[in-house]
């Protein structure tokens, strides 16, 4: 059974920089896309990204340029960072395995939730 | 564009509720996967429906999804208190290769 295991700094001050990283246990890393959802308090789930074994990704375009992904797929892991945080980036982050084939390419898999607050 | 889900929808105990979906030419009515989240107060989001009608290993058959057109919609049947959460569609974007979410709905049961 797939399971993904997140962690990083739940607290970032105004225009630095959020990271999170996520592991993956249990499964074929170079098989599946890995993504990166969060949920701002009050509001949905809203996709960030996405990231394959070969570092190929896809962003959301209404965050630009703010958000990178990165993979390393030697210790089955991806990392997520947030450029020139604001307030209105605080929320829930998730990792997820997906889009999946395995599911028709929903998002099958999620990590546990890091809460993270933008705040000096 | 993301696609479209009511705030909210009520039912009573033993009843069925309908969430419905509205996306575009772009995503569902593209012919993109629709799926369906369940997320509980404090817990991640788990899948509940994928390929617009499966079910994962472990979902009661209470649960089922249709489409039409740039529309998708989610029923829930034999209303159990448990049920009461949010749901979320997902679809996908082809021409902005962007996974798409719903606003959500809250289910009150």
């Known amino acids: 059974q797939v399971q993904l295991h997140q962690w990083g700094v739940g607290l970032v001050k105004p225009a630095e920089t959020l990271s999170l990283t996520c592991a993956v246990y249990?499964?074929?890393?170079?098989?599946?896309?890995w993504s990166w959802v969060r949920q701002s308090p009050g509001k949905g789930l809203e996709w960030l990204g996405e990231?394959?074994?070969?570092?190929?990704?896809a962003y959301n375009p209404s965050l630009g340029t703010r958000v990178s992904l990165l993979v390393d797929p030697s210790v089955n892991q991806f990392s997520l960072k947030v450029f020139y945080v604001t307030a209105s980036d605080t929320g829930v982050y998730y990792c997820?395995?997906?889009?999946?084939?395995?599911?028709?390419?929903?998002?099958?898999?999620w990590g546990q939730g890091t809460t993270v607050t933008v705040s000096s | 564009s993301d696609l479209s889900q009511p705030p909210s929808v009520s039912g009573a105990p033993g009843q069925t509720v309908t969430i419905f979906c509205s996306g575009s030419i772009t995503d569902i009515g593209a012919g993109s996967d629709v799926h369906w989240y369940q997320v509980l107060p404090g817990s991640a989001p788990k899948l509940l429906i994928y390929g617009t009608s499966k079910r994962p290993s472990g979902v009661p058959a209470r649960f089922s999804g249709a489409r039409s057109g740039t529309s998708a919609s989610l029923a829930i049947s034999g209303l159990q208190a448990d049920d009461e959460c949010f749901y979320y569609c997902q679809s996908y974007d082809s021409g902005q290769r962007a996974v798409l979410f719903g606003g959500g709905t809250k289910v009150t049961v």
């Open positions: 997820a395995r997906g889009p999946s084939p395995s599911h028709d390419w929903a998002l099958d898999f």
């Open positions: 249990g499964e074929t890393f170079t098989d599946y896309y």
């Open positions: 990231i394959n074994h070969r570092g190929i990704t």
